[in-house]
């Protein structure tokens, strides 16, 4: 999330997020001189903000021809275009890319019922997760990362927040039978025996809770 925030920084100068959507907008890398007379600035100005853009994240930078030019003989002009698939912040965090991969694993593997498939592939997901996560996580560290908001209370962890939260709403039953897969899966993962997620809804937050979670978490 902080790289999120750092983004969203560089692009709030204005020069910045032009010379942004200019390079977002192309089909080929941009040279220096290209954004500079696009945006109609220097091209040392326009050299500078695409560096930032490219220490935010927002960018990435190469060595090559300009598009539709021949490698000539001198330098090589610095390039840019944009990286992944864009950026996308919201408060508080939303993972839906989670649950829609995991749906659509689930059909196109063709199992019936495709819920049931749904929700042991949640449960395996849960688990690869817990294994690519720094070594020595506790349960509210990688909730915490996962954009749960978890806190402590008298022997359990209770989630503030439900990265799911517009698809729980729609699909109440599915999202969240898939999510307490998901979070049996992580918690079996990292090996915190003492907590047992359980489908508790309550207005405003997440529909599971970690019971006997105080020594675990």
Avoid at 31 to 53: I, N, P, S, V, Y
Avoid at 89 to 108: N, Q
């Amino acid at each position: 999330m902080e790289d999120r925030w750092s983004a969203v920084a560089a692009l709030s100068e204005p020069s910045r997020r032009a010379l942004y959507d200019y390079v977002r907008r192309q089909d080929h890398p941009v040279d220096r001189e290209e954004a500079a007379a696009a945006t109609a600035m220097t091209r040392a100005l326009a050299a500078f903000h695409l560096d930032k853009l490219v220490e935010a994240g927002l960018l990435s930078a190469h060595y090559a021809a300009p598009a539709g030019q021949p490698r000539g003989r001198g330098r090589t002009p610095k390039v840019y275009e944009t990286t992944g698939d864009g950026l996308t912040v919201t408060i508080p965090e939303r993972r839906y890319e989670l649950i829609a991969d995991i749906l659509a694993e689930a059909v196109a593997g063709g199992e019936e019922p495709a819920a049931e498939a749904a929700a042991r592939l949640a449960y395996r997901r849960g688990r690869d997760l817990s294994a690519v996560m720094p070594p020595g996580p506790d349960v509210l560290g990688a909730l915490g990362a996962l954009g749960f908001e978890p806190r402590a209370d008298r022997g359990a962890v209770i989630l503030h927040n439900c990265p799911f939260h517009a698809l729980a709403a729609r699909h109440t039953a599915l999202v969240c039978g898939l999510n307490h897969a998901f979070l049996s899966g992580l918690v079996d993962g990292l090996g915190a025996t003492g907590a047992t997620p359980v489908l508790a809804p309550h207005p405003g937050r997440c529909c599971v809770e970690l019971r006997g979670a105080g020594k675990a978490a």
